[in-house]
């Protein structure tokens, strides 16, 4: 099963930053919308940001604009997330997701998302 490859989670305290890595095989991620979703604990999963590796264009969750900042590298099919003044609500697993070309959907449909990474835990301490 193609699984996409995260990094970059850890522990911080509230204000700081951290970088979230995902890698994808070419094909998966070639002109493919990618998503970053989350997952609080004992909540449901939610769609964080979001890019388009052909064109580019983003979009972000309201809770998370001017904060976090999602950008690609088409040499190295890698998504990254980076993310500022942590706040402790934005603890959660995080898990990078690209959209199976045969589903439609909105950028925070995770159904349509046929490809997903491990997780990686993001915890924010006040």
């Known amino acids: 099963q193609v699984q996409l490859v995260e990094s970059g989670g850890g522990s911080v305290q509230a204000g700081g930053s951290l970088r979230l890595t995902c890698a994808a095989p070419e094909y998966v991620y070639r002109s493919n919308l990618m998503t970053w979703f989350r997952q609080p604990p004992g909540k449901e999963r939610e769609g964080v940001a979001a890019?388009?590796?052909?064109?580019?264009?983003?979009h972000y969750a309201a809770s998370v604009k001017g904060r976090f900042t999602i950008s690609k590298d088409n040499a190295k099919n890698t998504v990254y997330l980076q993310m500022n003044s942590l706040k402790p609500e934005d603890t959660a697993m995080y898990y990078c997701?690209?959209?199976?070309?045969?589903?439609?959907?909105?950028?925070?449909?995770?159904?349509?998302?046929?490809?997903w990474g491990q997780g990686t835990q993001v915890t924010v301490s006040s």
């Open positions: 997701a690209a959209q199976d070309r045969q589903l439609t959907g909105t950028w925070t449909d995770d159904r349509s998302f046929g490809y």
């Open positions: 890019i388009y590796t052909g064109f580019g264009s983003t």
